[in-house]
């Protein structure tokens, strides 16, 4: 098993930048694959990047390519998510997840059964 907390979450104007973190404990972290997923009030949880075990991998979806950046560091045992050019659609809570599906880069939610507590990012406009 693995648990996962995430950070970095914050309020930030239009433009700007953050990078969340996601801090993992358990064994084996180099060999999960790991995702970012966003939920906005009232709508489903989405896949906002993810990054294959071996790490050369990785998956962005449509609205955050060449905005969002995702990345690992297997001796600190974490998963970051750089996120620039932010705006107001951005605006959710954000949850880090860890699979130990290992065929293809994983995107979908039930392919995930670890996941972070969320942080919340809101982008003012």
Same mark, same amino acid.
Request: aromatic share 12%; with cysteine.
């Given at each position: 098993?693995?648990?996962?907390?995430? +950070?970095? %979450?914050?309020?930030? *104007? $239009?433009? @700007?930048?953050? =990078?969340?973190?996601? #801090? /993992?404990?358990?064994?084996?972290?180099?060999?999960? +694959?790991? %995702?970012?997923?966003? *939920? $906005?009030? @009232?709508?489903? =949880?989405?896949?906002? #990047? /993810?990054?294959?075990?071996?790490?050369?991998?990785?998956?962005?979806?449509?609205?955050?390519?060449?905005?969002?950046?995702?990345?690992?560091?297997? #001796?600190?045992?974490?998963?970051?998510?750089?996120?620039?050019?932010?705006?107001?659609?951005?605006?959710?809570?954000?949850?880090?997840?860890?699979?130990?599906?290992?065929?293809?880069?994983?995107?979908?939610?039930?392919?995930?059964?670890?996941?972070?507590?969320?942080?919340?990012?809101?982008?003012?406009?």
């Amino acid at each position: 098993q693995v648990q996962l907390v995430e +950070s970095g %979450g914050g309020l930030v *104007q $239009a433009g @700007g930048s953050l =990078r969340l973190s996601c #801090a /993992a404990s358990g064994r084996a972290f180099s060999s999960y +694959s790991l %995702g970012w997923f966003r *939920q $906005a009030p @009232g709508k489903e =949880r989405d896949i906002v #990047a /993810a990054i294959r075990w071996e790490g050369t991998n990785t998956y962005y979806a449509d609205s955050v390519k060449g905005r969002f950046t995702i990345s690992r560091d297997n #001796a600190k045992n974490t998963v970051y998510l750089q996120m620039n050019s932010l705006n107001a659609e951005d605006t959710a809570v954000y949850y880090c997840a860890a699979s130990t599906w290992r065929a293809s880069t994983p995107i979908l939610v039930r392919a995930y059964p670890y996941w972070g507590q969320g942080t919340q990012v809101t982008v003012s406009s």
